[in-house]
C-alpha cells in the first residue's frame, strides 16, 4: 500500500465554467468597488486643498451621501450588513473554486506570493504618505491561507487518495466510501464551527491596534486581534471558505450550472470582472482615486 501525496482533483475538463459563480464574483468586486469610490468621496478634503461644503451642489450632494453611507458601518446600519454580506459571499466562492481546482496548493501559493507583493507595496505607500499603516493580514493573505487550509484539509480527508491497491479488499472499499462522505463534510463542519467562534467573539468589535505589535502578529492572523488598513483575520473568513469548499463539491459535482435557463449575453460585463476578480482588486482603487481626481479638477477643485 502506498500513500498518496494529493487528493485526486475533483473535476477534470478545466475549460468549462459555471457562469452563475463568476457572475456573483464580479458582483461582489463591483460592490468592493462602489465601497471604495464611497470612501474617496467621503474624504475630499484628502484629494483637494479647497473643497468646501456649499461651493458646488452637486459635490455635496456626492459627498453627503458618501459620509451618510459610511456612518452607517458604526450604526450597525446599510453598509455595516452590505459590508460583511459581500465579503462573505466573495470568500464563499473562492471555497467553491476551490472544489473545481485541479491543485489548490499551487493556487494557494501563487496568490501568497500575489499577497506579498501587496503587502509590500502598501508599504511602500505608507513611506510616502499614501496609505496610514499597510497591510499586514488582508483579504489576500486571508485567501492564499484559506486555499492552502483547504487543500490541506481536503488531501487529509480523501482516504481513497491512501489506498492505491490494484484490487482493493473489502475494508479498502469501506474506507474508500466512508472518505468520501468525510471528504465532503468536513469542510461544512470545520467551517460552521470556524464561523461560529468567530461570531461568537465578535470578530467586528475585536481590539484594532494602533501600531503594529510583534506579540499580536499572530492574532492578526486568526482574527484575536486587527491591524492595517486591510484585515482579515482566520477566524471567522476561513469559515465561509471552508463552507463555500462544501458546497462546491455538493452543489456542482458534474460542474454544470444550476440556472441553465438564465445563461446569456445579459451577464457578460459583470462576468468579464468576476474572471479577472485579481486584476480589479490591484488597479480599482488607483483606477477610481484617478477618476476622482479627474473630474474634481474638472469641477474647479484643486489639489
Given at each position: 500500500?502506498?500513500?498518496?501525496?494529493?487528493?485526486?482533483?475533483?473535476?477534470?475538463?478545466?475549460?468549462?465554467?459555471?457562469?452563475?459563480?463568476?457572475?456573483?464574483?464580479g458582483f461582489a468586486v463591483l460592490a468592493m468597488c462602489?465601497?471604495?469610490?464611497?470612501?474617496?468621496c467621503s474624504h475630499p478634503k484628502d484629494f483637494f486643498?479647497?473643497?468646501?461644503?456649499?461651493?458646488?451642489?452637486?459635490?455635496?450632494?456626492?459627498?453627503?451621501?458618501?459620509?451618510?453611507?459610511?456612518?452607517?458601518?458604526?450604526?450597525?446600519?446599510?453598509?455595516?450588513?452590505?459590508?460583511?454580506?459581500?465579503?462573505?459571499?466573495?470568500?464563499?466562492?473562492?471555497?467553491?473554486?476551490?472544489?473545481?481546482?485541479?491543485?489548490?496548493?499551487?493556487?494557494?501559493?501563487?496568490?501568497?506570493?500575489?499577497?506579498?507583493?501587496?503587502?509590500?507595496?502598501?508599504?511602500?505607500?505608507?513611506?510616502?504618505?499614501?496609505?496610514?499603516?499597510?497591510?499586514?493580514?488582508?483579504?489576500?493573505?486571508?485567501?492564499?491561507?484559506?486555499?492552502?487550509?483547504?487543500?490541506?484539509?481536503?488531501?487529509?480527508?480523501?482516504?481513497?487518495?491512501?489506498?492505491?491497491?490494484?484490487?482493493?479488499?473489502?475494508?479498502?472499499?469501506?474506507?474508500?466510501?466512508?472518505?468520501?462522505?468525510?471528504?465532503?463534510?468536513?469542510?461544512?463542519?470545520?467551517?460552521?464551527?470556524?464561523?461560529?467562534?468567530?461570531?461568537?467573539?465578535?470578530?467586528?468589535?475585536?481590539?484594532?491596534?494602533?501600531?503594529?505589535?510583534?506579540?499580536?502578529?499572530?492574532?492578526?492572523?486568526?482574527?484575536?486581534?486587527?491591524?492595517?488598513?486591510?484585515?482579515?483575520?482566520?477566524?471567522?473568513?476561513?469559515?465561509?471558505?471552508?463552507?463555500?469548499?462544501?458546497?462546491?463539491?455538493?452543489?456542482?459535482?458534474?460542474?454544470?450550472?444550476?440556472?441553465?435557463?438564465?445563461?446569456?449575453?445579459?451577464?457578460?460585463?459583470?462576468?468579464?470582472?468576476?474572471?479577472?476578480?485579481?486584476?480589479?482588486?490591484?488597479?480599482?482603487?488607483?483606477?477610481?482615486?484617478?477618476?476622482?481626481?479627474?473630474?474634481?479638477?474638472?469641477?474647479?477643485?484643486?489639489?
Amino acid at each position: 500500500m502506498k500513500i498518496a501525496t494529493a487528493a485526486k482533483p475533483i473535476f477534470k475538463d478545466k475549460k468549462r465554467r459555471v457562469w452563475e459563480l463568476d457572475f456573483l464574483r464580479g458582483f461582489a468586486v463591483l460592490a468592493m468597488c462602489f465601497d471604495h469610490l464611497m470612501y474617496d468621496c467621503s474624504h475630499p478634503k484628502d484629494f483637494f486643498s479647497n473643497f468646501k461644503v456649499g461651493v458646488n451642489s452637486f459635490a455635496d450632494g456626492v459627498y453627503k451621501f458618501a459620509v451618510s453611507y459610511w456612518k452607517s458601518t458604526s450604526d450597525y446600519g446599510f453598509r455595516f450588513w452590505a459590508h460583511y454580506l459581500f465579503v462573505f459571499l466573495f470568500l464563499f466562492l473562492v471555497g467553491t473554486s476551490c472544489a473545481f481546482s485541479r491543485n489548490n496548493t499551487r493556487r494557494g501559493a501563487l496568490c501568497g506570493i500575489a499577497a506579498l507583493v501587496f503587502t509590500g507595496a502598501t508599504f511602500v505607500c505608507k513611506a510616502i504618505g499614501f496609505m496610514e499603516d499597510g497591510v499586514v493580514f488582508g483579504i489576500l493573505d486571508c485567501i492564499a491561507m484559506s486555499i492552502l487550509c483547504t487543500a490541506a484539509l481536503d488531501s487529509l480527508t480523501n482516504l481513497g487518495a491512501w489506498i492505491t491497491s490494484p484490487t482493493p479488499t473489502k475494508k479498502q472499499k469501506a474506507v474508500v466510501k466512508a472518505g468520501e462522505y468525510i471528504n465532503l463534510y468536513a469542510p461544512l463542519v470545520l467551517g460552521a464551527v470556524i464561523l461560529f467562534v468567530g461570531i461568537f467573539n465578535q470578530f467586528w468589535t475585536i481590539q484594532f491596534d494602533r501600531y503594529f505589535t510583534d506579540e499580536h502578529f499572530l492574532g492578526y492572523i486568526f482574527g484575536k486581534y486587527a491591524f492595517g488598513d486591510d484585515w482579515f483575520g482566520l477566524f471567522p473568513y476561513l469559515g465561509a471558505v471552508l463552507i463555500g469548499t462544501y458546497w462546491g463539491k455538493a452543489a456542482y459535482s458534474t460542474r454544470a450550472s444550476l440556472l441553465p435557463a438564465l445563461d446569456g449575453k445579459w451577464h457578460k460585463p459583470v462576468i468579464f470582472v468576476g474572471r479577472h476578480a485579481l486584476i480589479f482588486y490591484f488597479l480599482h482603487q488607483v483606477v477610481l482615486a484617478g477618476l476622482f481626481i479627474l473630474i474634481g479638477l474638472c469641477m474647479g477643485f484643486s489639489l
